[in-house]
């Protein structure tokens, strides 16, 4: 069955955008692992512009499910993950300016350096992850790097403007999909899924996760964090296996 992975990111955007200590994350975690969230995800951006290290060790404490850990291929990050010990880093590209994360992470132009970035993680018993577009050369490298997991970026097909633009990016999403299990590389999808756009994966097999932060913390704002989950959970419980 294809799994739910909440984002608490924007739970701590809240928090961050008044400096106090309060919504927290690790409550919006509890609560999210209550209504049937398989994992938890939190991104630590190095300028901690949400997510702080005190989050995520806390989550590490106290979450029941799986902490999954989005950084960027710092060395700080990789210090930060061999101590902590998520249960899966996802390496994802990073830029200052960005509002959120933009685009796959190019792991066709940097094989040797994620190779390497890759191998104490793994070695730490830490499976692997990264975030990369849809493209044929970037799943290849992912093959080469020998990571376990991708993350397909589903953010331009989220962000389409218009039925067409919208038909191809989930067309080369799904030719993505069918490539990386060719090469037997287990496939997670994510951002910009929301409790609409997200349908159109429900008859494709063999997804493992959906990673997915910002429209279940916008619905939780109004209806509740609990709701807001068990909602996306009740959606993708009807997907195909
Ligand atoms: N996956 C990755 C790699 C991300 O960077 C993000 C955003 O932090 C997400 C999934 C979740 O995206 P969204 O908040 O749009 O659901």
């Not at 995520?56 to 902590?84: D, N, P």
């Not at 104490?120 to 290849?140: C, M, R, V, W, Y």
């Not at 962000?159 to 990386?180: M, S």
Request: aromatic residues 4%; charged residues 30%.
């Amino acid at each position: 069955m294809p799994k739910l992975v909440v984002n608490v990111d924007h739970i701590a955007t809240i928090r961050q955008a008044r400096l106090s200590k309060e919504p927290d994350p690790v409550h919006a975690a509890f609560l999210a692992e209550i209504a049937g969230a398989s994992g938890i995800i939190v991104h630590l951006r190095e300028d901690r512009r949400h997510i702080q290290d005190r989050d995520l060790r806390l989550l590490k404490e106290t979450i029941k499910t799986k902490l999954h850990l989005e950084m960027a291929a710092t060395k700080e990050m990789q210090e930060i993950a061999l101590e902590v010990k998520p249960y899966m880093v996802c390496l994802v590209p990073e830029k200052r300016q960005e509002l959120t994360t933009e685009g796959g992470l190019d792991v066709a132009s940097n094989l040797n350096s994620i190779k390497e970035f890759l191998k104490p993680i793994k070695e730490a018993g830490i499976k692997t992850s990264l975030f990369i577009d849809a493209d044929e050369k970037q799943i290849e490298a992912a093959k080469e790097v020998e990571t376990e997991y991708i993350e397909i970026h589903t953010g331009h097909y989220a962000d389409a403007q218009d039925d067409i633009t919208r038909r191809k990016e989930l067309k080369k999403i799904l030719r993505g999909i069918k490539l990386a299990q060719d090469f037997n590389i287990k496939v997670n999808l994510g951002h910009g899924l929301n409790y609409e756009n997200i349908w159109a994966f429900s008859k494709v097999p063999g997804i493992c996760e959906y990673s997915i932060g910002h429209s279940i913390v916008a619905r939780a704002a109004l209806v509740g964090m609990e709701k807001a989950v068990r909602d996306m959970v009740e959606i993708i419980n009807t997907f195909v296996d």
